[in-house]
């Protein structure tokens, strides 16, 4: 019977340790999964808010100084996230509406010709478009970063 006791005490040690690193092990790929999960959740976020703009500047209701702002505010972390083609991607985006906000503010603002007013509203409906197209476009900036089965 002692042989016996001696035995288990013996095995109780390496067995708690097996025990040990198979814990650890599981907690290890349980918060690298968190992990990716997180990242992916910081990056479909900031999807929607590129999806947002994109939205907003085809609607063509808002100012696009404030569209602009609240999108660098909320995606500033971008090129940390993404990389640079996105980070790129989204400077684009708001170039593109600042570009509409000038055109917009001109025709306001100076006396064109007849002939020079349509071609800023020309320029202005070409860049609404842009802005349509996008919905598509953005897809393709995202796609390698959002599918599932990178996760």
Known sequence: MNKIIELFSALL???LAVVAVYIAYHQFKI???????????????????????IQRMSNGNESPDEIVLEFKKSTAGAYFLFGEEVGKYFNTLCEKAIEYQLIEEQLRKLPYSEEEQ????????????????????SRSYFIKYLKFDEI
Not at 31 to 53: G, I, P, S
Not at 118 to 137: C, M, T
């Open 31 to 53: 918060n690298r999964y968190k992990a990716r999960v997180d990242l992916y959740e910081k990056r479909f976020h900031m999807y929607e808010k590129a999806l947002d703009l």
């Open 118 to 137: 349509l071609s800023k509203r020309d320029d202005k409906l070409k860049i609404k478009k842009w802005f349509f197209s996008q919905f598509e476009e």
């Open 13 to 15: 040690t390496p067995t």
